[in-house]
């Protein structure tokens, strides 16, 4: 028989097996570029018949999304690229279009402007952004517009625009894996300079901060596991005397 000590206690468990699966999702995708950290939060749920007769229980109400600005780095590499400020790159997915800050592009074999998992960057007119072969000198604007040279030509010729979004609630999105991330929200297409050629955004997941948190969870839910094994034998305990005493 399970006491009720011992379903709070368990049900502080789950909450904190929850937590370890977040922070150890952000500690694993803390050199990911243009990730951003999750965290969650814990409510309590009070059960009883009267105020006097209550029982609180823990649970996790939400994961959120920690949109935070991640630090810039300079690559040299001309196809990257990082947003200064709020906004998403959006690109073609299996599933339709998504979202990214991830801007480590690159150009596929059917001269597609790609993500680093190979995901199509689409254009302001949600088309593939597509290069000739003979393409050089690539040249990325501050709103995203690509122009480059071609062949023996002197002149610049422009791709097209990156297409570049924010939403009404930058931070009400839903992670997919990685730095991808959806949301039913209607993107607002971001008309601000804020793309910066030759540069990546960081991960602005703190992995010291996240591991020191992981471990304080740790700890509590080891303790959550003591105290349910001596409550356990508690009620053993009772149950042996209450025999002995009705034999």
Same mark, same amino acid.
């Given at each position: ?34 990730? $951003? ?86 254009? @302001? ?40 979004? $924010? ?6 999105? *839903? ?6 991330? @959806? *949301? ?56 042996? $005397? ?6």
């Amino acid at each position: 028989m399970t006491s009720i000590p011992s379903l709070v206690l368990l049900s502080d468990q789950v909450a904190l097996y929850r937590a370890t699966d977040v922070i150890a999702n952000n500690v694993a995708n803390s050199s990911t570029t243009g990730f $951003k950290r999750q965290g969650i939060t814990f409510e309590t749920y009070i059960a009883g018949a009267s105020p006097r007769q209550t029982t609180k229980f823990v649970y996790d109400k939400h994961t959120y999304f920690d949109g935070t600005v991640g630090t810039i780095s300079s690559t040299g590499n001309l196809l990257d690229v990082a947003l200064q400020g709020e906004g998403y790159f959006q690109i073609q997915t299996p599933q339709g279009i998504q979202y990214t800050r991830n801007g480590a592009f690159q150009i596929n074999s059917q001269g597609n402007l790609v993500t680093s998992n190979g995901m199509a960057v689409v254009d @302001t007119g949600g088309q593939p952004i597509l290069f000739p072969e003979d393409a050089r000198d690539v040249t990325i604007a501050k709103d995203g517009t690509i122009s480059i040279i071609t062949g023996n030509d002197i002149s610049r010729t422009q791709l097209g625009r990156i297409s570049i979004v $924010k939403f009404a609630d930058n931070n009400n999105v *839903t992670v997919l894996g990685g730095s991808v991330v @959806t *949301t039913n929200q209607e993107p607002i297409p971001v008309e601000d300079n804020i793309a910066i050629q030759g540069a990546i955004e960081n991960s602005n997941v703190n992995a010291v901060s996240e591991m020191i948190t992981l471990i304080d969870i740790q700890r509590s839910y080891e303790r959550a596991a003591k105290l349910i094994e001596q409550d356990n034998d508690r009620v053993r305990s009772a149950i042996d $005397k209450l025999g002995q005493t009705t034999a």
